[in-house]
């Protein structure tokens, strides 16, 4: 229902959340100096959402930190392979974490979960974009809908977040090799989150939840959390969102013409 979110009661740290803190906070310590700004702006009570960009596979243990020490623990929408990992599969679960299957008939589960987490006055986190970014210069792409759904299902607020500086550590796609693509985990990197206002999503509220309205909703979001980013990086982002979707359809109609090309040779 919405609205029914604000009248619920913050749900506080559980056995394996603090584990995880107590595995993950040391190695961060080491790697990072942080800068982490808009605490103020998290709901001291009810549910809640928070959306985050995503450039480094070292993403979700830098802000999993900054959203520990806020005091609101935060449910994260993960992918189900995780969940399968021995060790971390007791934690995740432990946790309460949501995860998420893609193409199956569970797909649903995670949209369900995160409404009802919500609606009992939790936070759950969502990295909008779905993946790492595939945007050349790290800026934020287009977004997925489930944030922009639970939110208008809900009535539940969303809190945009950006962050800077993993990719440093762990660039996008590392795996040890040689060049800009090597782990560094040394100098110290300064990591930098900072969260802003609630997004202003009351022209969709009390709307039918169409493909538009949550596409208009999604990227409502998008415009906030990269506006926080431009602030972090002290530079403007590209006019035009990178778009995953249109990319691949760009590089299949290319791949065409080159056959074509070739078949005709």
Not at 246 to 261: I, L, P, Q
Request: proline content about 7%; some cysteine; hydrophobic content about 40%.
């Amino acid at each position: 229902m919405p609205g029914s979110s604000t009248r619920a009661a913050r749900r506080t740290y559980g056995f394996w959340y603090r584990l995880a803190a107590v595995i993950a906070k040391p190695p961060l310590f080491v790697l990072t100096k942080r800068d982490w700004r808009g605490y103020e702006n998290f709901p001291a009570e009810g549910g809640f959402l928070t959306a985050i960009n995503h450039n480094s596979y070292l993403d979700p243990l830098v802000y999993g930190h900054y959203q520990y020490d806020s005091g609101r623990p935060a449910r994260f929408l993960a992918k189900a392979g995780v969940f399968k990992v021995p060790g971390v599969k007791q934690i995740l679960h432990g946790a309460r974490m949501i995860p998420v299957y893609r193409g199956s008939a569970d797909a649903a589960h995670a949209f369900r979960a995160a409404i009802e987490a919500v609606d009992e006055g939790e936070c759950v986190a969502f990295y909008i974009e779905g993946t790492l970014t595939r945007d050349p210069d790290l800026w934020p792409m287009t977004g997925k809908t489930g944030a922009a759904r639970v939110a208008l299902t809900t009535g539940a607020p969303v809190i945009p977040v950006a962050q800077w500086g993993a990719h440093e550590i762990m660039p996008r796609y590392a795996k040890g090799g040689k060049g800009n693509r090597r782990f560094k985990p040394f100098p110290r990197h300064t990591v930098k989150v900072l969260a802003g206002p609630p997004v202003d999503l009351d022209r969709w509220r009390g709307q039918e939840l169409t493909g538009t309205v949550l596409r208009e909703a999604t990227d409502a979001i998008m415009d906030d959390i990269t506006a926080l980013l431009e602030q972090l990086r002290g530079e403007k982002a590209p006019a035009e969102r990178f778009d995953m979707a249109r990319a691949r359809a760009g590089a299949t109609r290319e791949k065409t013409r080159e056959n074509a090309k070739e078949s005709a040779e």
